[in-house]
């Protein structure tokens, strides 16, 4: 007998699995467009030069040790995290009404969130998350305890856009009080992203129907290139007086990935509610991990601590951004080029790293096995998987797979 002689095997992560087959791949003409990491054009992680630097100045600085951080992290790093988050000119950030803690990259803050909420917000019984949504969400809220994971219309496959209408009546129909996890910007997986108007028509209803708002910043920088304008989201939020919490991740725009370098933002109505909250994360935190790593969140903080630092990293993460721009418009245009069925207008209307081609389960399988291309059998590709050296050869993959196989999401149909 063996105490764990009835543990089944867990099926393996969808987007780490593609990883392993694709490291298992022999082909040189291998392309692994799922991973959800920045690469160069030569198909290399990078580290920003700005997080090198730093790095180089942290390490010969004698005056730091390796001492414990305290239960909520870093405060120049939790704090800095914040006002980027909302700005620094923000009336929640002026009026001390935001609570700032460090957490385990932006997974972390998603589990303290909803830790949190399930202890002192008994009456938000229900948790509402975008149909489709980042693989992850379902199960952090689950293992918090919420039972009731339901789904809100997003993805058109139609247009390969914004649900809005079934977004919005969604939310209206809600029961009142829901919790609501709404992506701020470049959303997982579909690269779709209301407009600033419909941002606003979106605060309204939740502020009509009391809901809760958790929202995952894990891109922030990632559409445009300027962090501050794709927090216009949160800036709404705060504008117009909604209590909410913010997950950040600088996994992505600081390259810090296996750094863990998270934030948990909350917006209160007052100084002493913050102080509350606070303390409460606090309190969860100690009975998770005790406390969290430090040198992540130190080349965080010494970068937006410092102005010359922070112009750096702002230029750098144009460069990402830029890349994944170009990426976009030349997969259109060899797509065009080829005259490849269907409308391919949506690679370059959505944003940020992700974009849904509408590829079914049978092309994506065909194209790994006939083209050695990995991604998620969703249909999400990765687009800094894309370099100049496989540009050609993803979109003639992606054209015979079309041609190959119908699929009423390409051809616009639902």
């Known amino acids: 007998m063996s105490f764990f002689q009835d543990v089944a095997v867990a099926p393996p992560d969808a987007v780490f699995h593609v990883t392993t087959a694709y490291n298992n791949d022999t082909s040189p003409e291998k392309c692994n467009l799922g991973v959800g990491a920045y690469r160069t054009d030569e198909g ?7 997080v090198r630097s730093v790095e180089t100045a942290l390490a010969a600085d004698e005056t730091l040790n390796h001492e414990y951080l305290s239960i909520d992290g870093l405060k120049s790093y939790s704090d800095a995290a914040s006002r980027l988050l909302l700005g620094s000119g923000s009336k929640a950030v002026l009026e001390s009404r935001v609570c700032g803690v460090q957490s385990l990259s932006g997974t972390g803050a998603l589990r303290l969130a909803a830790e949190f909420l399930r202890r002192f917000y008994p009456q938000g019984k229900t948790v509402y998350i975008s149909a489709p949504t980042w693989s992850n969400h379902q199960t952090i809220f689950k293992h918090a305890g919420y039972t009731d994971v339901k789904t809100y219309p997003y993805f058109h496959p139609g247009t390969k856009g914004l649900d809005f ?17 709404l992506h701020m910007c470049a959303h997982n997986p579909t690269g779709v992203d209301p407009s600033p108007e419909q941002w606003q028509e979106i605060c309204a209803i939740v502020k009509a ?52 370098a998270g934030n948990i933002t909350v917006v209160t109505r007052s100084p002493d509610q913050a102080i509350a909250v606070r303390s409460q994360l606090k309190i969860i935190v100690r ?7 430090n040198h992540g969140a130190r080349i965080v903080a010494s970068v937006l601590n410092n102005k010359a630092y922070e112009a750096e990293w702002r230029a750098n993460l144009k460069t990402m951004t830029d890349r994944i721009i170009l990426m976009r418009e030349q997969l259109y245009s060899k797509l065009q080029q080829l005259k490849t069925p269907g409308a391919w207008n949506h690679i370059v209307d ?3 790293m992700f974009t849904f081609t509408g590829l079914s389960p049978q092309q994506c399988d065909y194209m790994q096995e006939t083209y050695h291309i990995y991604m998620l059998r969703s249909g999400r590709i990765n687009m800094c998987g894309l370099t100049q050296r496989n540009l050609d050869h993803v979109a003639k993959a992606i054209d015979d797979a079309v041609r190959r196989f119908s699929s009423p999401t390409i051809n616009g149909r639902l």
């Open 165 to 181: 209408k079934g977004m919005a009546d969604a939310l209206r129909n809600a029961d009142d009080g829901s919790i609501v996890v």
């Open 209 to 260: 129907k009391n809901h809760f708002t958790i929202f995952d910043c894990a891109y922030q920088g990632f559409v445009t290139g300027d962090p501050d304008v794709d927090a216009r989201a949160v800036h709404i939020f705060v504008e117009n007086d909604v209590e909410f919490m913010a997950a950040q991740s600088f996994s992505k725009n600081f390259g810090l990935y296996n750094e863990r």
């Open 287 to 293: 009975g998770m991990y005790s406390n969290p790593p």
């Open 44 to 50: 290399n992680p990078w580290v920003l030069p700005v």
């Open 350 to 352: 959505q944003k940020g």
